[in-house]
């Protein structure tokens, strides 16, 4: 079994600062790409900031400057750096992750979102 647990969201306000955190558990061979998304509300999922195991990240161009991603590879955790936040921003945040578990078996998983509101 393998679990995403994000932490960190909550309420700040516009120009503040917030870190989330995604620890993921369980029978891990190995983490492929990990990264978040986010929902708004009657908004579609999108894509905020990704980070493959070997490769580049990737961000939405909207936060592209404001968000920094990083992983710990030994901790199976990444994490949202978020700057300069603005109303817009404000959703509910998933962590997402491509795992190949101790069986060999690659599938992607979801943690279950954290909150973030940027409002004054």
């Known amino acids: 079994q393998v679990k995403l647990v994000e932490s960190g969201g909550g309420l700040v306000q516009p120009g503040g600062s917030l870190r989330l955190s995604c620890a993921a558990s369980?029978?891990?061979?190995?983490?492929?790409?990990i990264g978040w998304f986010r929902q708004a509300p009657r908004q579609q999922r999108e894509l905020v900031a990704d980070i493959p195991s070997g490769g580049t990240t990737n961000y939405a161009d909207s936060v592209k400057g404001r968000f920094t991603i990083s992983r710990d590879n030994v901790k199976n955790t990444v994490y949202l750096q978020m700057n300069s936040l603005k109303p817009e921003d404000t959703a509910v945040y998933y962590c997402?992750?491509?795992?190949?578990?101790?069986?060999?078996?690659?599938?992607?998983?979801w943690g279950q979102g954290t909150q973030v509101t940027v409002s004054s």
């Open positions: 369980g029978s891990i061979f190995r983490i492929n790409a």
């Open positions: 997402h992750a491509q795992i190949v578990n101790i069986l060999a078996y690659a599938r992607a998983y």
